[in-house]
Each structure stands twice: as C-alpha cells, then as structure tokens.
C-alpha cells in the first residue's frame, strides 16, 4: 500500500485563528491580565487588561488585589438581592467610564444589556462594555441557503455589511447575525434580527428553522489588547429562493445587499480576506455540517474541527 500523500494546508484553519487568537491554554497562561471575580462564586467570569485596571472609575464594590491579580466585586449585602448588587456596581462603573470620556471602545454611547453567562444570578452589562470586563458574549448566527432546482446544488445567501457601520464596514457576513441581548434567547435574536436585517418574518422561519450547534471561541484583539470569550450559536434556514422565501434587505440599515453565492465562492472569499473574521468559523461550520469540507479535502479537518468548539476559559452557566 502506497503511503499518503501530505497535503498542503487549505487555509482554512489559519481564518479560525485569526479571530480565535487567544493561546489554547489561557485560564492558565493568561499574564498580565487580571481575573473577575464575583463573590461569593470564586470561579473566574472574566479577564482584564492592566490599563482598564488602572483606567477604569472602580465604584466601591470592587476591590483590586495586585498580589493575586484579581478584580473582585463583594458579596451583595444581606438586604440587597445578588443580581441587583452586581447590576448596579457594574452599571456605576460604566456610566462613570462613559460620563469620563475614558475608553474609546465605549464611543461615550451607552448600549443594549449582554449577559454574563456562567454567573449564578443574572448580571447584565452594556454591550460596549463587555469586553473591557472580558466577559464571555453571545451571538446568534442564521445561515440561509437555496438549492439549485435542476443540480441540487447548495448556495449560499451572503450578506454585505453596510459601508456606514463602525466595525467591518462593507465586509460580507452570514445571512442574518446578532448579539444575543441578555434577556433574551438565541433563538429570540435569531427570529428578530431575520426580520430586521431580511425581511424573513417570523411566521416563515420559525418553523424552517434548524439550530445546529455553538462556536466557541477566544479573541485578543491586536489594538487594544483586550480578550473575550465568544460563543456563537449557529441555525440553518434553507430556502426555495422564490417569492417571500428570499432576503431582502430590512429595515436597520446594517445590510447592503444579499449575494447568493456557491460553496466554492464562499470558500475563495473568505480566504481572500473578505468576510468578516468571527464569520469564517460560521461558514466553515456549515460547510462541514453540509459535507463540502471532509477528511479527504481538507489536511487539518481534526483540527479545525476542534478549534470551533474550544474549552472556554469563563463558566457558560451556572455552578448552584
């Protein structure tokens, strides 16, 4: 029997690592940043960049200890409920960051709630704020996709992003993509930004609607240093591609147009530098799922298998 040939690397998995960044072992090797904690729960919720530690307004709930490196916000008063403890210091701290003009990540705006995922209450910050507390963020991604009539062929609904948007103006996207707002569910982000961004209603897509799993992933970003965890949880939506079951754009304004592209198309894109970063891991996701990337196309297919479910350095849920 003749001896495998090696193959060389795709590409593919350096798109997954260009955003999932963060060193594989860093609950361990997470130096110079500092660890949240929310007493009485000792696990760790986030990591912090020293210059936040020395930026940011601390409110009197939270304490810094240098020796341990750790951010800790107290156990709640006997008479004070956990979540509204934790709410309202987060919530001083960021409106002071914000009135201070201190971090250009916040743009002086205040914004919509994300969820702190694993905390054993609910405890909510301003999504412009997440990152600066490093705190795990959700997302909800809808893939839509068309099969040719006469080939069967998958194609894939492509968004591009509107060019007057802050981040990744004019870079193409996953058919309808959303934060996941913290007193919601995934699927509540889905259904409500299909409309928004599609103009898919809900009485269509909420029973084609396929959910098909969750990225998870680690970013530091390259300028201002800071890390979050991302977890991305992932739907299918495939459609006839005539009458009411195409989108079109909504009425937010964060889409510029709908491209329906092949496979290979998106492949080529993608490695061409043009989607979005976090968006490749959605793609190649779903190409996997849908059998056009496989162990006998793709060199690193183990590892990039194993990249988009990486263990996450923070609790997703809660240990009580």
Same mark, same amino acid.
């Given at each position: 029997?003749?001896?495998?040939? =090696?193959?060389?690397?795709?590409?593919?998995?350096?798109?997954?690592?260009?955003?999932?960044?963060?060193?594989?072992?860093?609950?361990?090797?997470?130096?110079?940043?500092?660890?949240?904690?929310?007493?009485?729960?000792?696990?760790?919720?986030?990591?912090?960049?020293?210059?936040?530690?020395?930026?940011?307004?601390?409110?009197?709930?939270?304490?810094?200890?240098?020796?341990?490196?750790?951010?800790?916000?107290?156990?709640?008063?006997?008479?004070?409920?956990?979540?509204?403890?934790?709410?309202?210091?987060?919530?001083?701290?960021?409106?002071?960051?914000?009135?201070?003009?201190?971090?250009?990540?916040?743009?002086?705006?205040?914004?919509?709630?994300?969820?702190?995922?694993?905390?054993?209450?609910?405890?909510?910050?301003?999504?412009?704020?997440?990152?600066?507390?490093?705190?795990?963020?959700?997302?909800?991604?809808?893939?839509?996709? =068309?099969?040719?009539?006469?080939?069967?062929?998958?194609?894939?609904?492509?968004?591009?992003?509107?060019?007057?948007?802050? =981040?990744?103006?004019?870079?193409?996207?996953? =058919?309808?993509?959303?934060?996941?707002?913290?007193?919601?569910?995934?699927?509540?982000?889905?259904?409500?930004?299909?409309?928004?961004?599609?103009?898919?209603?809900?009485?269509?897509?909420?029973?084609?609607?396929?959910?098909?799993?969750?990225?998870?992933?680690?970013?530091?970003?390259?300028?201002?240093?800071?890390?979050?965890?991302?977890?991305?949880?992932?739907?299918?939506?495939?459609?006839?591609?005539?009458?009411?079951?195409?989108?079109?754009?909504?009425?937010?304004?964060?889409?510029?147009?709908?491209?329906?592209?092949?496979?290979?198309?998106?492949?080529?894109?993608?490695?061409?530098?043009?989607?979005?970063?976090?968006?490749?891991?959605?793609?190649?996701?779903?190409?996997?799922?849908?059998?056009?990337?496989?162990?006998?196309?793709?060199?690193?297919?183990?590892?990039?298998?194993?990249?988009?479910?990486?263990?996450?350095?923070?609790?997703?849920?809660?240990?009580?």
């Amino acid at each position: 029997m003749a001896a495998p040939t =090696t193959r060389p690397s795709s590409g593919l998995l350096d798109l997954i690592t260009i955003f999932d960044n963060a060193p594989l072992d860093f609950e361990l090797n997470h130096h110079p940043y500092y660890r949240l904690i929310l007493a009485p729960d000792d696990r760790v919720h986030g990591y912090i960049h020293p210059t936040t530690i020395a930026r940011m307004p601390w409110p009197p709930s939270f304490s810094i200890n240098h020796d341990t490196r750790q951010v800790i916000l107290s156990a709640p008063p006997a008479s004070t409920s956990p979540s509204d403890h934790a709410n309202s210091a987060f919530q001083q701290a960021v409106d002071a960051a914000i009135d201070g003009n201190i971090f250009p990540t916040l743009n002086g705006l205040h914004s919509e709630y994300f969820l702190v995922p694993g905390a054993r209450h609910f405890v909510q910050i301003e999504r412009f704020a997440a990152a600066l507390f490093g705190i795990a963020t959700r997302g909800a991604h809808l893939t839509a996709y =068309t099969r040719d009539a006469a080939t069967g062929e998958l194609r894939i609904w492509v968004a591009r992003r509107s060019k007057t948007l802050h =981040t990744y103006p004019g870079m193409l996207d996953s =058919t309808v993509a959303g934060g996941v707002k913290a007193s919601d569910s995934p699927l509540d982000c889905i259904l409500a930004e299909s409309m928004e961004e599609a103009s898919l209603p809900q009485s269509l897509v909420a029973p084609r609607l396929r959910a098909t799993g969750a990225i998870t992933m680690v970013n530091r970003n390259p300028r201002s240093e800071l890390v979050h965890s991302e977890i991305l949880y992932t739907y299918d939506l495939e459609l006839s591609g005539q009458g009411e079951q195409v989108p079109r754009l909504g009425d937010d304004g964060e889409v510029e147009e709908f491209v329906l592209m092949s496979c290979d198309e998106v492949e080529r894109r993608m490695l061409a530098g043009e989607f979005k970063t976090n968006v490749c891991a959605v793609m190649i996701d779903f190409l996997i799922r849908h059998g056009r990337i496989t162990p006998e196309t793709e060199p690193d297919y183990v590892e990039i298998c194993m990249r988009l479910q990486r263990r996450l350095p923070v609790p997703t849920r809660s240990d009580v």
